[in-house]
């Protein structure tokens, strides 16, 4: 059964510090990976998506890496604002049209 | 067009009351995901439909949750007799699936049920 561990649950940083987020995974044997923003009382906003086939994805301050083999994911946030304090969850699928197993989050705070 | 949208954003349900809550995913979106999510955790898994027929409901808690989608699009996640422990967040997601895609999900916003 795929397990999917986000570590450290909470951080904290101030403005302008770059933030690095971790997602590990049991089951290498995935599809794809998504990484989602959810701020208090809403949905999941997706943010990245990666292939197992790829290593790594960027859209502007955001960039997200795959090692599929050691099960991980990081992702990076540069130049933290405060506007990016949120929840961050990373999520596995094992196939196309399968269900999305999820890490238990990391709650950022970036401190002005 | 529009996001995958939920209805109502907000349930209270008394114990033993029946609810349903509706999910209406993005236009020409094959599959169609039910999550749950309990606070402070990630959501998890309840079932999947694509196009009409649900392949997977692997994942509802008990004989008390019900979903369908009967023309392929609009779905309902209905519960039966509510139960405290029932109280959660529940999430749809939607994505196009034609064959090698990269599957994206797509997520509304949810309905909190509050069980009382």
């Known amino acids: 059964k795929q397990e999917v561990t986000q570590i450290p649950a909470a951080l904290s940083v101030p403005e302008g510090e770059n933030l690095v987020l971790n997602c590990s995974f049991t089951?290498?044997?995935?599809?794809?990976l998504q990484w989602f923003r959810q701020d208090p009382g809403k949905g999941l906003t997706s943010l990245l998506l990666?292939?197992?086939?790829?290593r790594e994805q960027t859209s502007g301050r955001l960039n997200a890496s795959l090692d599929k083999s050691s099960g991980r994911s990081t992702l990076y946030i540069a130049a933290s604002q405060p506007g990016d304090s949120a929840t961050y969850l990373c999520?596995?699928?094992?196939?196309?049209?399968?269900?999305?197993?999820f890490g238990g989050g990391t709650r950022v705070l970036v401190k002005p | 067009g529009a996001g995958v949208s939920q209805s109502p954003r907000y349930k209270v349900a008394k114990r033993g009351q029946d609810v349903a809550l509706r999910c209406d995913p993005i236009?020409?979106?094959?599959?169609l995901f039910w999550y749950q999510q309990a606070l402070g955790q990630g959501p998890e898994f309840l079932t999947y439909?694509?196009?009409?027929?649900?392949?997977?409901k692997s994942g509802l808690p008990s004989d008390r949750f019900f979903a369908e989608r009967p023309e392929g699009s609009v779905s309902t996640l209905k519960i039966q007799r509510t139960q405290q422990e029932d109280s959660a967040v529940y999430l749809c997601?939607?994505?196009?699936?034609?064959?090698?895609?990269?599957?994206?999900?797509?997520f509304g916003p949810g309905t909190r049920l509050t069980v009382l």
């Open positions: 997601a939607s994505s196009f699936l034609p064959s090698g895609s990269r599957d994206e999900q797509f």
């Open positions: 089951d290498s044997a995935i599809y794809n």
């Open positions: 439909f694509q196009n009409e027929a649900q392949l997977d």
């Open positions: 990666i292939q197992s086939s790829q």
């Open positions: 236009s020409g979106h094959v599959s």
């Open positions: 999520a596995v699928s094992k196939a196309a049209g399968n269900k999305l197993t």
